[in-house]
């Protein structure tokens, strides 16, 4: 291929990628080796939103624990933490004022907030968006967080209604994995060094050039 | 008894009805203002056919003034068919004695005791001695007052006066009338025992005992057909020589003195104003009837409301009357039915009044949550026979002692330890004893469970506790019980159960004062395949006290209209109109989903969800009508078992609402087989 080439399918490459993410997903980046970093929550997340298939919660919480992936081994169900910074209410609300019900937007909730913020879904329609995970269910996720009510209970997330609540821990449900931070990116990196690589060439072709 | 009375007796004393001439054969129909209808046997007292008395007169006449020779179907048995005998006896002895007297002063000792002996081998022949008797419709229904009907309904009493024949004394109450029926159908026969022909005496003269038996056999085959067929019995052709036969044995072998032990005991009953005044004979002194205080009717605690009675068949429930009236509970006072006969009369059932008026009292059956260690007593009131530790328990019986502070007590099993505990007062409850999970199986099935039929014959399944006949099953059938449902103060136990694609309620035992669970269906093992009676999200159940399923901590909707307007009231703000994700057989719905104090306040503690009542119309679910879009309509609530959901799924084209535990009536209805 010639530099000319190269540079140009880089370039239509990086538009498609670009082309492809709506304005609500602007912060999801495929970094590759079936990882999602969301460039907002700082996360990372398994690109496969449905590895496993339906789990209890307690098989879901060792699956995430025990995965390696990528070359980490700190995956875990994603959270819910307090939105009022103090303690879980799970009482029903819809503008997110509580950690149950629809809209839980915040950061608070790692679900909510991929669901409705980074992907851009709304409640009435669910999994409308699935941006670049695969095989995001439209049905009922697990979180890690156990119920402050009852210790037979965790929170859940509705990817169908966009709803968090709790179940019973015996209900089997879909989990994705998710780590905190992000990951070195191969396409980047072989972007990198293609990119050094072809300044290098271009370099020793404007010599090789000059001779020519 | 057939016969006309033709002429009026004048006896000193006695004022017996004016009777009517001779008259034709009314076409009285079969069963003629019969209805309760029972069974029974032929042996003293239980005659196979009895209907309800209060078509002729009211039952406080007869308890107030009969009691003694009520036969009581609930004591079945050798001690209280010996008991009625005895106390029936003296008062035939009596009632015989003093009418012959009246009508033929000069009689000796001789002609009393044949004509008592006839008297006596009559009431055998026609009747068993049967009057009287409190007598189940059905396995697990109310004992009621019956009286006892023979010959297809017509022939009415111990005496069996037929209707017939007698139409017009029979509608004025002397088939009912215990000793109006004697006395008017006394005369008959007594005219058969002065008009016996020499001609049929077969020779044998006063005084000698052929010829007192010849009077009584002449005076019973004109009882039986007439006064023309009075020497009948001489003819061993005669097509009713089997009745006459039969009364003969009566007469030789004194069949009746087998259940008397004191052939002098004396009457309990007043004989003589009943046998004279008849309904006019003085009733017995109440206590008064006024607003505010406890009332008692026969078994019955009752207090007024407004102009109305409303009552619990026994008094131990008196306590919870205290929803529908303040009255002081301290002392009961007597009131006999005839006071309350121009009210209103509502009889409750304990099970719904109490849990209704009684915030958390505890469902029998429902499983209920022990905070602490407490005694347990032998009685309400007896002596500690164990310590209860904390945890979880089934309901087998509840009292209420107090309408003002509401204490309640439950009865329990703990190990091989039956007793009650003392579960505080309207203020404390919460803390000791709370709605609970079951965590293992109870002395009796809880929802899901599987008992297996112990019957010998079929046992009946029906529409409704106690109602329509579906069908019957065979000893050893199993079934999954869906629901439970108790009646009355013996906490008649009915389950929903489903076998075959039917559902349907079967009669399971009583509870109180002993268990006769074993009698009906025992405990099983589930078959090889499964249905399921209620379908819960994973790890809840359905929950009889609730009706709703539920988990450790969350009642799943979706509630009724009336208690998501009750939780608004109690400022449950969003969360009582708030569709919650939930799965159900792997399906995501969407449902109310409320903790099980908020649905506890909201749905109320009645045996349905508040603004629900059973509905006879729909299996006996509760159902609440509901006014949806200006349209009136109705919700049937389950639970709804595996063949309904399925038909439901299928028929309506897999509709979200056939997983839940609420279906539109017409859809419910239309699926029922």
């Given at each position: 291929?010639?530099?000319?080439?190269?540079?140009?399918?880089?370039?239509?490459?990086?538009?498609a990628?670009?082309?492809?993410?709506?304005?609500a997903?602007?912060?999801?980046?495929?970094?590759?080796?079936?990882?999602?970093?969301?460039?907002?929550?700082?996360?990372?997340?398994?690109?496969?939103?449905?590895?496993?298939?339906?789990?209890?919660?307690?098989?879901?919480?060792?699956?995430?624990?025990?995965?390696?992936?990528?070359?980490?081994?700190?995956?875990?169900?994603?959270?819910?933490?307090?939105?009022?910074?103090?303690?879980?209410?799970?009482?029903?609300?819809?503008?997110?004022?509580?950690?149950?019900?629809?809209?839980?937007?915040?950061?608070?909730?790692?679900?909510?907030?991929?669901?409705?913020?980074?992907?851009?879904?709304?409640?009435?329609?669910?999994?409308?968006?699935?941006?670049?995970?695969?095989?995001?269910?439209?049905?009922?996720?697990?979180?890690?967080?156990?119920?402050?009510?009852?210790?037979?209970?965790?929170?859940?997330?509705?990817?169908?209604?966009?709803?968090?609540?709790?179940?019973?821990?015996?209900?089997?449900?879909?989990?994705?994995?998710?780590?905190?931070?992000?990951?070195?990116?191969?396409?980047?990196?072989?972007?990198?060094?293609?990119?050094?690589?072809?300044?290098?060439?271009?370099?020793?072709?404007?010599?090789?050039?000059?001779?020519? | 008894?057939?016969?006309?009375?033709?002429?009026?007796?004048?006896?000193?004393?006695?004022?017996?009805?004016?009777?009517?001439?001779?008259?034709?054969?009314?076409?009285?129909?079969?069963d003629?203002?019969?209805?309760?209808?029972?069974?029974?046997?032929?042996?003293?007292?239980?005659?196979?056919?009895?209907c309800?008395?209060?078509?002729?007169?009211?039952?406080?006449?007869?308890?107030?003034?009969?009691?003694?020779?009520?036969?009581?179907d609930?004591?079945?048995?050798?001690?209280?068919?010996?008991?009625?005998?005895?106390?029936?006896?003296?008062?035939?002895?009596?009632?015989?004695?003093?009418?012959?007297?009246?009508?033929?002063?000069?009689?000796?000792?001789?002609?009393?005791?044949?004509?008592?002996?006839?008297?006596?081998?009559?009431?055998r022949?026609?009747?068993?001695?049967?009057?009287?008797?409190?007598?189940?419709?059905?396995?697990?229904?109310?004992?009621?007052?019956?009286?006892?009907?023979?010959?297809?309904?017509?022939?009415?009493?111990?005496?069996?006066?037929?209707?017939?024949?007698?139409?017009?004394?029979?509608?004025?109450?002397?088939?009912?009338?215990?000793?109006?029926?004697?006395?008017?159908?006394?005369?008959?026969?007594?005219?058969?025992?002065?008009?016996?022909?020499v001609?049929?005496?077969?020779?044998?003269?006063?005084?000698?005992?052929?010829?007192?038996?010849?009077?009584?056999?002449?005076?019973?085959?004109?009882?039986?057909?007439?006064?023309?067929?009075?020497?009948?019995?001489?003819?061993?052709?005669?097509?009713?020589?089997?009745?006459?036969?039969?009364?003969?044995?009566?007469?030789?072998?004194?069949?009746?003195?087998?259940?008397?032990?004191?052939?002098?005991?004396?009457?309990?009953?007043?004989v003589?104003?009943?046998?004279?005044?008849?309904?006019?004979?003085?009733?017995?002194?109440?206590?008064?009837?006024?607003?505010?205080?406890?009332?008692?009717?026969?078994?019955?605690?009752?207090?007024?409301?407004?102009?109305?009675?409303?009552?619990?068949?026994?008094?131990?429930?008196?306590?919870?009357?205290?929803?529908?009236?303040?009255?002081?509970?301290?002392?009961?006072?007597?009131?006999?039915?005839?006071?309350?006969?121009?009210?209103?009369?509502?009889?409750?059932?304990?099970h719904?009044?109490?849990?209704?008026?009684?915030?958390?009292?505890?469902?029998?059956?429902?499983?209920?949550?022990?905070?602490?260690?407490?005694?347990?007593?032998?009685?309400?009131?007896?002596?500690?026979?164990?310590?209860?530790?904390?945890?979880?328990?089934?309901?087998?019986?509840?009292?209420?002692?107090?309408?003002?502070?509401?204490?309640?007590?439950?009865?329990?099993?703990?190990?091989?330890?039956?007793?009650?505990i003392?579960?505080?007062?309207r203020?404390?409850?919460?803390?000791?004893?709370?709605?609970?999970?079951?965590?293992?199986?109870?002395?009796?099935?809880?929802?899901?469970?599987?008992?297996?039929?112990?019957?010998?014959?079929?046992?009946n399944r029906?529409?409704?506790?106690?109602?329509?006949?579906?069908?019957?099953?065979?000893?050893?059938?199993?079934?999954?019980?869906?629901?439970?449902?108790?009646?009355?103060?013996?906490?008649?136990?009915?389950?929903?159960?489903?076998?075959?694609?039917?559902?349907?309620?079967?009669?399971?035992?009583?509870?109180?004062?002993?268990?006769?669970?074993?009698?009906?269906?025992?405990?099983?093992?589930?078959p090889?395949?499964?249905?399921?009676?209620a379908?819960?999200?994973?790890?809840?159940?359905?929950d009889?006290?609730?009706?709703?399923?539920?988990?450790?901590?969350?009642?799943?909707?979706?509630?009724?209209?009336?208690?998501?307007?009750?939780?608004?009231?109690?400022?449950?703000?969003?969360?009582?109109?708030?569709?919650?994700?939930?799965?159900v057989?792997?399906?995501?719905?969407?449902?109310?989903?409320?903790?099980?104090?908020?649905?506890?306040?909201?749905?109320?503690?009645?045996?349905?969800?508040?603004?629900?009542?059973?509905?006879?119309?729909?299996?006996?679910?509760?159902v609440?009508?509901?006014?949806?879009?200006?349209?009136?309509?109705k919700?049937?609530?389950?639970?709804?078992?595996?063949?309904?959901?399925?038909?439901?799924?299928?028929?309506?084209?897999?509709?979200?609402?056939?997983?839940?535990?609420?279906?539109?009536?017409?859809?419910?209805?239309?699926?029922?087989?």
């Amino acid at each position: 291929m010639s530099p000319r080439k190269f540079w140009t399918t880089c370039c239509l490459a990086a538009a498609a990628i670009a082309a492809t993410a709506s304005p609500a997903q602007a912060s999801l980046v495929d970094r590759g080796n079936g990882m999602i970093y969301d460039t907002v929550s700082n996360l990372t997340w398994l690109k496969n939103a449905d590895s496993q298939g339906l789990m209890t919660w307690d098989v879901a919480v060792s699956w995430a624990d025990q995965l390696s992936h990528g070359g980490f081994s700190d995956w875990r169900l994603p959270g819910v933490s307090p939105v009022n910074g103090l303690s879980l209410n799970l009482a029903y609300s819809e503008d997110g004022s509580t950690d149950g019900g629809i809209n839980q937007t915040g950061l608070n909730s790692e679900l909510g907030h991929l669901f409705y913020t980074s992907l851009g879904n709304q409640a009435a329609t669910g999994v409308t968006q699935s941006g670049p995970f695969e095989a995001l269910q439209n049905y009922v996720y697990w979180t890690g967080t156990e119920s402050p009510y009852d210790p037979e209970e965790a929170l859940h997330f509705f990817t169908i209604f966009g709803e968090q609540g709790s179940s019973l821990k015996v209900n089997e449900y879909h989990a994705m994995a998710v780590r905190v931070g992000d990951v070195p990116e191969p396409a980047t990196l072989m972007l990198l060094l293609l990119g050094l690589g072809a300044v290098a060439l271009t370099s020793r072709r404007g010599k090789t050039g000059e001779q020519a | 008894m057939k016969q006309l009375l033709t002429h009026t007796l004048i006896g000193a004393g006695l004022s017996l009805a004016m009777l009517a001439p001779a008259q034709a054969q009314n076409p009285t129909p079969n069963d003629w203002l019969c209805t309760g209808k029972v069974g029974g046997t032929w042996t003293h007292g239980r005659a196979p056919s009895a209907c309800d008395g209060s078509a002729f007169g009211p039952d406080s006449f007869v308890r107030g003034n009969y009691a003694p020779l009520i036969f009581n179907d609930a004591l079945n048995g050798t001690p209280e068919r010996k008991r009625y005998m005895q106390e029936l006896y003296a008062t035939m002895r009596e009632a015989t004695s003093r009418y012959l007297l009246l009508r033929k002063p000069d009689a000796g000792a001789e002609e009393m005791a044949s004509f008592q002996r006839g008297v006596f081998a009559l009431l055998r022949q026609e009747s068993f001695w049967s009057h009287y008797r409190d007598a189940q419709l059905a396995a697990g229904q109310p004992y009621a007052l019956k009286s006892m009907r023979g010959d297809s309904g017509h022939g009415h009493g111990m005496m069996q006066l037929d209707d017939r024949y007698h139409f017009v004394p029979v509608g004025q109450g002397k088939g009912w009338n215990l000793m109006q029926n004697f006395s008017y159908s006394i005369e008959i026969f007594y005219d058969g025992w002065k008009k016996a022909p020499v001609s049929c005496l077969g020779g044998a003269t006063s005084g000698d005992a052929e010829y007192w038996r010849g009077r009584s056999r002449s005076a019973w085959s004109a009882y039986n057909g007439g006064p023309t067929r009075i020497c009948r019995w001489q003819n061993p052709a005669d097509a009713n020589v089997g009745k006459d036969n039969g009364y003969r044995d009566n007469y030789d072998n004194r069949l009746w003195l087998t259940d008397v032990a004191d052939l002098t005991k004396a009457t309990p009953i007043d004989v003589a104003c009943l046998m004279d005044n008849g309904s006019q004979c003085p009733l017995p002194t109440s206590g008064g009837l006024e607003p505010g205080k406890l009332l008692k009717v026969g078994a019955s605690a009752c207090v007024l409301v407004g102009n109305d009675i409303e009552c619990v068949d026994d008094m131990r429930d008196a306590a919870c009357l205290g929803a529908r009236a303040s009255f002081d509970a301290s002392q009961a006072v007597t009131v006999y039915g005839y006071e309350i006969n121009g009210r209103k009369r509502i009889d409750h059932n304990r099970h719904q009044l109490c849990r209704a008026g009684v915030d958390g009292l505890q469902a029998l059956g429902s499983a209920i949550k022990t905070s602490a260690d407490l005694e347990l007593r032998a009685s309400i009131d007896g002596a500690v026979t164990a310590t209860l530790p904390a945890g979880t328990y089934q309901v087998l019986d509840f009292e209420l002692r107090s309408p003002q502070t509401q204490a309640r007590y439950y009865r329990v099993r703990h190990g091989a330890v039956d007793g009650w505990i003392a579960a505080g007062d309207r203020n404390s409850h919460a803390a000791i004893a709370s709605n609970a999970t079951p965590l293992a199986a109870g002395t009796f099935a809880y929802p899901g469970e599987w008992v297996a039929v112990a019957t010998t014959s079929n046992l009946n399944r029906r529409a409704t506790p106690g109602g329509t006949l579906v069908d019957s099953l065979p000893n050893g059938t199993k079934l999954q019980v869906k629901e439970l449902f108790v009646t009355a103060s013996a906490n008649n136990l009915y389950y929903l159960v489903e076998q075959n694609g039917k559902a349907g309620w079967i009669f399971a035992g009583n509870l109180y004062p002993a268990s006769t669970l074993p009698n009906w269906v025992v405990p099983t093992t589930p078959p090889a395949v499964v249905t399921r009676h209620a379908h819960c999200p994973p790890g809840t159940r359905y929950d009889i006290q609730l009706r709703h399923c539920a988990s450790a901590s969350s009642a799943y909707g979706p509630f009724t209209a009336a208690a998501t307007e009750q939780c608004a009231a109690n400022g449950g703000g969003a969360a009582c109109t708030a569709l919650r994700g939930v799965v159900v057989d792997g399906r995501a719905l969407q449902l109310q989903v409320w903790s099980k104090a908020q649905a506890g306040n909201a749905r109320g503690n009645g045996d349905c969800p508040r603004g629900a009542e059973r509905s006879a119309a729909h299996r006996f679910h509760c159902v609440e009508p509901v006014l949806r879009n200006g349209v009136a309509e109705k919700d049937v609530y389950g639970p709804f078992g595996t063949t309904l959901v399925n038909a439901c799924l299928a028929g309506q084209a897999n509709a979200a609402f056939c997983l839940g535990n609420r279906w539109p009536a017409s859809a419910f209805l239309a699926l029922l087989p």
